[in-house]
């Protein structure tokens, strides 16, 4: 039976497949230079923020599965009730209102803004029932395993880039069978692709790209991370507690 974190991989690997399509249809149509280079830059910048939401929405589900699955609040992990409370007063605090150019009334603001203090404030109170998700699950900078491991580690999960590198997707895709060599060549390819993907938005230079070859060799490893992080999730998901 599909788990939910199955049913987010699928639609993430559905979107992989679009932006192999995209490339392979510009590089087999005759498009000029300039164009299939622009197809593999764009497809990469598209690429790190889709991996990044992904990465987001498990991390999500996965905060919203341990809090239905512990009857008592008190025992939530205490990262995720502090990392809620710190993260919205934070996205609070960036509310643009003295610039004179937001197009948001301040009505609309301040009641946006209590709704939201409300919501933190009564989870922390004991009320699971709130949705204070979207703050909880945020990153900063790129989704490289350090940021990926934050995410889970929020939930008292620790090192997830490593448990899913025992993962056979894992193991076949990097065509190595120990986990450690799994996960050093892992790290190496994710680091490589975020640092390639930020060269291509810093650069002025569009006349050149990696190439189609390497574009597809990284989502091949996204595709491999997709199947093994979701399979990891629901397999590391605390025991259901018995209410009372």
Partial sequence: MATSYDLIAEDFLSDLAALSNLVQAAHSSGSSAKARVASVNSATLLLAATFEEFVRQLGRQFARDVVSRTSDPKKLPKKLTATAWKRTLENLARAKIDTGGTPLSLEHISAESRAKFDSVWAFLGGD???????????????????????????????????????????????????KGKVHSRFLTSVNDFMEMRNDIAHSLNAGSSAGPEIFYSYVSTFQAVAVALAERLADSLPAEQAVG
Avoid at 149 to 159: K, Q
């Fill in 128 to 178: 699971v029932s709130q949705d204070i998700y979207d703050s909880l699950i945020h990153n900063e900078n790129n989704m490289r395993p350090s940021e990926i491991n934050a995410v889970f580690s929020i939930c008292d999960l620790s090192d997830v880039c490593l448990k899913i590198c025992d993962h056979e997707k894992m193991k076949d895709h990097f065509g190595e069978e120990d």
